[in-house]
């Protein structure tokens, strides 16, 4: 059975269990945190390196968390925080400029990617994801693969559980017209 936040807490917090919560944590969370960033970056290989960029802010600051939303919730705020950082700079490393040339991208890295097994509709349903706005992404990957709840995810965004609510609406419509068109 895998050890409970509050535990995992409590080791890190001391300097003789640090390492040992810290490795508890990472059992623990290791595939929230690959598939939340890899959903939002698409890459494998991106992806494994974003985590352990999250990983590393993880054992710099996990001293500094203070519980007022859940663990895996914290977590992921890091996640995606890191996440839309790196498409930012990948955007500017691509001298991609707007939305268009950043989706044209997208769509020949899913044609090309090796890790991604499925179907054409799974194919589809990645690209439709990918050409979401940032945002709109993590907030439709959170709810849709997730289920997080929209009180969660304004702990990660800030902002209004009707604003988030909004914004799952809107992604799940645009992604509902991406793949009515095959």
């Known amino acids: 059975m895998p ?8 080791l890190f917090g001391q300097d003789k269990t640090k390492e040992k919560g810290f490795n508890l944590l990472v059992e623990k969370y290791k595939q929230d945190i690959y598939f939340n960033i890899r959903r939002l970056v698409f890459s ?8 352990q960029n999250v990983l590393i802010k993880i054992w710099k600051h996990l001293d500094q ?5 859940g663990l895996k919730t914290w ?11 790196f498409l930012e700079r990948k955007k500017k490393m691509l001298n991609i400029i707007d939305e268009e040339g950043y989706n ?8 090309e990617d090796r890790f991604l097994s ?11 994801i990918q050409r979401l706005p940032e945002k709109q992404r993590a907030v439709f990957t959170l ?3 997730e289920e997080m709840p929209y009180e969660e995810m304004a702990k990660i965004f800030g902002g209004s559980e009707g604003g988030l609510k909004a914004s799952y609406h809107f992604a799940v ?3 509902e017209e991406f793949l009515l068109q095959y």
């Open 104 to 111: 044209d991208y997208v769509t020949k890295t899913v044609a």
């Open 75 to 85: 977590i992921i705020k890091i996640c995606v925080n890191e996440s839309l950082t």
């Open 3 to 10: 050890a409970t936040d509050q535990e995992i807490i409590e």
């Open 143 to 145: 709810r849709y693969y």
């Open 173 to 175: 419509k645009k992604v």
């Open 44 to 51: 494998h290989e991106d992806a494994n390196d974003i985590s």
């Open 65 to 69: 968390y203070r519980g007022e939303a």
């Open 118 to 128: 499925g179907d054409k509709i799974q194919h589809l349903l990645q690209e439709a």
